[in-house]
Structures are given as C-alpha cells and as structure tokens.
C-alpha cells in the first residue's frame, strides 16, 4: 500500500500548477530541474490530484542529475546509433542534437523517399518526455495540434482547450508535410514555437517544448505568407539521395532493423544547456562571424539580427557537446545550416562559411573529400570485371592517395591536437577503404 501526500496549489517560476509539498521541496532543493516547470517529471498525479509515494519515488531516481561527461555521452551513443541506422546523414543527425541543446528548431528539406520523417521519427522517439506529432494538411484546425475547446468550460464563459495529447503539452514535437498546413494552423503556432507559450482563457503558459522537428518536400513560396513560419527553424538541412554506391548497397540490400536506441533523458539535456550557455566566445571566432557577417551581406544575403543572435547560441551548443569551453573558428561549420533562407542561397552560404573556418578543419572536410574519390574509384574497379589491368591500376591509386591522405593526417595531428576526434573519425574510414582496396585486389589475383 502506498502512502499519500496531499496536493497543495504552489507557484513555481511563474506556474500556478498544484505540486504536492514532497515535490516542490524536491524542486526548490536543487534535485528536479524546474525550468521549465514540467509535472510530467513529478508523474501524473502531482499537478492534478492526490500523489503517491511511488510515482514520486519514480521522480527523484530520474531527478538525479547526471554529470555533465554523462549527458555528452549519452547523446554521442544516441547520434552514433543514428548515424549507424541512417546513412550519409551525419550532419543532420548532429545539427539536430545540437539544436535540440540549443533549444532550437530543425527544419527538413527534400524530395520524397529521402528518409526525412523515419529520421525525424527516430530521432524525437529517442527523447524522454512527451512526443506529439502530426501530418500537416490545407484543411486542418489549430484544434488538431492545440485541443479542442472544452464544452463545460465554454458554460461558464471561459475559452480553455484540452491539450491532453496536444503540443501545448509535447516535450517534442514532429510536424510532416509542413508547409502543407493551413495558414490559420500554422500562423497559431508562430508564438508557440518560438516563444513556447501557450494562452489559456486569456492567461499566457508556459508549455515544456523544447524541439520541434518539422519535414517538408518544398520550401513555401513567398505569396503563401509563410516567411515568418519558415523563419521559427533556426536549423535547415537539405536532405538528398543517397550519393554513393556503399551507402546505396547498405540501404537496398542490408538489415536495417536496429536495435532500441539510446535514451536522452531531460536531466541530461538540462546539463547540456546549462554547461552551452557558460561557453564563450573567442575574440577570433567572434572577429570571424561578423567577417562572415559582412561577406554574406556583399553577396545579397540578408540574415536578421535575431537569427544571428540565436545561431550563436547553436555555436555555444555545438561547443559544449564536444567538450569544449568556447567556441572557436573550428565550430563554425555549423553556421552552414542556419543562415540560408532560399535554396539558392545554400552554396553562396557554404562558401563564405567555410573560407572562415579553422584550417585544420578545411583540412579534414578535404581528406573525406578526398577519401570519396578513393570509394568511387575502387567502385569503379569492381564494375570492370574482366579488364583486370585497368581495375588493379585503379586500385593501386586509390591506395597510394589513402595512405597520402593518413599522413597529411599525422602531420595534423602533431600540430593540432584539438583536431583529435575529427581525425580519428576520418581515419576510420581511411581503414574501411583500405580494406576495401584489399578485398577488391584479392578478387581479382592479388595478395592473400
């Protein structure tokens, strides 16, 4: 049997939400994360009615707040396991942890067959808390995604909508086809998604959203009145086919299934935030980003001040989730996937960025530039059969570039030891191409 506490009505930060006296004293503690104010830690109970001993036992073992090497690693096993079911979609799948710490929104771009709403899906399913989702349609009601109004209050002249179930209760949250959703829809969103409050009988909430990822085939065009909508998504990936024949041979033919992902849970996301925002910003990568600024502005593309300010917070984010205590001109990549507003805007983006990054990362995105031509090659070699001169002449150039490309590796390494995890990660596929090289070889009457 279990014993009870009697709910008393307690303000938190701001939130009239009745919390049982064991609860809020776990919150005002120290030991619950109460920004923002979430019952859902505290379960079902607390916040409603009467609440037990047990779901607040429950509450405390997940209110033990991680380390901070325990949250970085518990979102790594969850992009790794990402990145392992979803091939060439490593930049998605780290924008999106990233923005997920920030507190920002991920907007993604592309035909149909791309796997935007399986990675979206896995992505947000990984997550603790509350997941709503929905497919976006012309005819659909703010109703669908806020709740509808309740009937009993509208007797006693209040305006309160049933969010069970709705966004205004949603950790996270999935929006498909989005640009397809009517303008009423979408344009009751605009002050949800931003500034994640929600207005009941005209008093203003504050609801627990922390990301929303949203899929769509095409971007709006500019007479639908959805510029301010597209502009909530401080994040933009524009997702494509896939480019090469390993990736391609994995997806068609290999076993997709994957095992249960890994959990993030929002203590660990709480850490995470807290340890981006005490991430400075060196004077050099500051100096870069108005260089980059202005650079963008020579070539008509026009970045609001507010998206500045918020891509900055991604740049803290993406600092801190590689171990890092300020952001440098190594972390500017990121700046790639938030500062582009039309799709003809991407390439004139990517240039300017990257010209602004540090060297020794020009020099890692140029050795997986590098190892792609050494992967077509060999895929070359394969596709010749019988000319077995020309396929071991090609193998043996992709060889002789891979091991070129490992030792402008190592003399990287000895005079940039912050490059470490970027140049363990490419010579792991430097290794996967050599073996490649070698199985290929033995087809065709070389080596053992």
Known sequence: MTTTTKAKVRTIKGDATPVCGACLGMSQGGALPDFPWRPMLHGEACGAADHD???????????????????????????????SRFLERDDVIDGTATALVARE????????????????????????????????????????????????????????????????EADVAFLDEVFKGSAAMLNTLLRVINERVFEQDGVVQRIPLRLVVAAS???PD?????????????????????????AARAVLFGDLRAPAAPRVTHAHL?????????VMVT???????????????????????????????????EAALAGRDRVTSAHLGALEHCLWERAEQQA???????????????????????????????????????????????????????VDTDKVLEELLVGHPESADEVVKVRGRIGKAKQDVNSAMRVHGIGG
């Open 222 to 246: 500019e007479s639908d009145g959805l510029g301010a909508f597209h502009d909530r998504f401080l994040v933009r990936f524009d997702v494509r086919r896939l480019q090469h024949d390993e």
């Open 53 to 83: 001993e047990t779901t607040r036992d429950h509450a405390l073992e997940q209110a033990i707040a991680p380390t901070l090497d325990d949250a970085r690693a518990a979102m790594a096993a969850l992009t790794a396991h990402l990145r």
């Open 270 to 278: 709480v850490v995470l935030a807290t340890a981006a925002d005490a």
């Open 283 to 317: 004077a050099d990568a500051q100096d870069a980003v108005l260089r980059i600024r202005a650079a963008l502005h020579d070539k008509g593309v026009r970045v609001s001040d507010r998206r500045w300010r918020k891509a900055v917070g991604l740049l803290r984010a």
């Open 105 to 168: 929104h991920v907007l993604l771009l592309g035909e149909p067959g791309t796997a935007k709403s399986e990675l979206a899906l896995a992505f947000c399913e990984a997550l603790d808390g509350r997941f709503f989702q929905t497919l976006c349609t012309r005819f659909q009601t703010p109703e669908e995604v806020l709740g509808m109004f309740s009937l009993k209050a509208m007797t006693e002249d209040r305006y309160v909508r049933r969010t069970t179930n709705r966004i205004p």
């Open 217 to 219: 085939n095409e971007l």
């Open 348 to 402: 004139a983006v990517r240039e300017v960025v990257r010209a602004h990054v540090a060297t020794w990362i020009k020099v890692t995105r140029d050795a997986h530039a590098a190892i792609d031509e050494q992967i077509a090659r060999i895929q070359e070699a394969g596709r010749r059969g019988g000319k077995r001169h020309e396929a071991i002449t090609q193998l043996a150039k992709a060889l002789d570039a891979l």
